[in-house]
């Protein structure tokens, strides 16, 4: 057993010194993200209670900020709706390059609170789902802490109950859309702060995900985590995971051929309202202690809205 033990970490070892080095491919920081990602203005595909508006709109109306340093994407928080109106003024965003095995670090200061809130930041291939796969690095609902980490693919990708080197805990393990109703192979953070009220408390984090053939990872620090790494607090020209630590969240290929289910992403930053996750009684009132019907609370409480805001300092990838 031991010398079992050994022999895998010497392998691992010398498999990761020859690729855990990636240099800057592309970074999004303030008005980068105007002209590196686009405004998607669609319906919204989970049935929230969203508007998503184009880039003039979103500008126009300050749904969407950017400064030399800051880019903000809100929610609208001042319009009371008719149920018979479109829903709330959201923003969802979508890079214009697609990434295959790459390493992306999410620098955020603040992500959407409140009741109704679904923030996601994750990274898909729209066109070609679930063929190509989707990975999930931070979503939740309603305020419920921790964050959960989540695959979506084609039939034939589950990971392992157990044995995984990680520090978050397993939720679900079948990564097939087909079944659990679409739950995915999720993982929860070990952590509350790695989601909305003591996220935002903290002054954000920063999140990490590295793809690979072989591996896919995901790392949370909070702000003022000591174990930062400094090449992920400075977003430098390079970073080496290998000196990340153990990740929050490990996807491996045992059961699970990554390169067949997961294709070229693009990555997503989007903020619905209800919806099929977090309108459903059992997350908006059990879990998420909020009033009502999801729906009628969005379209009568504006300023409940007030902090449903991304504030996001950079995202940089890295391949
Ligand atoms: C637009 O939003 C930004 C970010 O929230 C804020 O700092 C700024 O004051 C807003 N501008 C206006 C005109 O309301
Ligand atoms: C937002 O992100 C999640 C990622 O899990 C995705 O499943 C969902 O379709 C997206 N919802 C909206 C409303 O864009």
Not at 13 to 42: C, M, N, Q, R, W
Not at 101 to 127: K, L
Not at 161 to 171: H, K, L, N
Request: some cysteine.
């Amino acid at each position: 057993m031991r010398s079992t033990v050994v022999l895998l970490t010497v392998s691992s070892l010398a498999a990761s010194a020859l690729a855990a080095t990636y240099p800057l491919k592309d970074s999004f920081v303030g008005k980068g993200f105007l002209s590196g990602f686009s405004h998607e203005a669609i319906a919204d595909p989970t049935h929230g209670r969203v508007q998503y508006v184009d880039q003039a709109t979103a500008t126009a109306q300050n749904l969407t900020f950017a400064s030399d340093t800051s880019f903000v994407m809100r929610a609208d928080d001042t319009t009371v709706l008719a149920a018979s109106d479109a829903g709330r003024k959201s923003v969802r965003i979508k890079s214009n390059a697609a990434y295959t095995t790459h390493v992306s670090v999410f620098d955020i200061r603040h992500m959407p609170q409140g009741c109704a809130t679904w923030p996601a930041a994750w990274e898909v291939d729209e066109a070609n789902w679930p063929a190509a796969g989707e990975i999930d690095i931070l979503e939740g609902t309603n305020d419920i802490e921790p964050n959960q980490m989540t695959l979506h693919t084609s039939p034939n990708c589950v990971q392992p109950a157990s044995g995984r080197t990680m520090t978050g805990s397993v939720v679900s393990t079948n990564c097939d859309t087909n079944v659990n109703g679409n739950q995915g192979c999720a993982v929860k953070a070990p952590t509350a702060n790695s989601y909305g009220k003591s996220f935002n408390a903290a002054g954000g984090g920063y999140y990490a995900m590295e793809r690979t053939n072989s591996f896919i990872k995901i790392w949370f620090w909070s702000r003022n985590d000591a174990s930062v790494p400094a090449d992920v607090k400075a977003a430098g020209s390079s970073v080496n995971t290998d000196s990340w630590g153990e990740p929050a969240a490990l996807f491996v290929p045992d059961t699970c051929d990554i390169p067949s289910h997961f294709g070229a992403h693009n990555i997503i930053i989007n903020l619905t309202l209800c919806g099929d996750w977090a309108g459903q009684a059992q997350f908006f009132n059990t879990l998420g202690g909020c009033p009502g019907d999801c729906v009628t609370y969005v379209n009568q409480n504006p300023s409940a809205f007030s902090d449903a805001y991304w504030d996001i300092a950079g995202i940089h990838v890295y391949a």
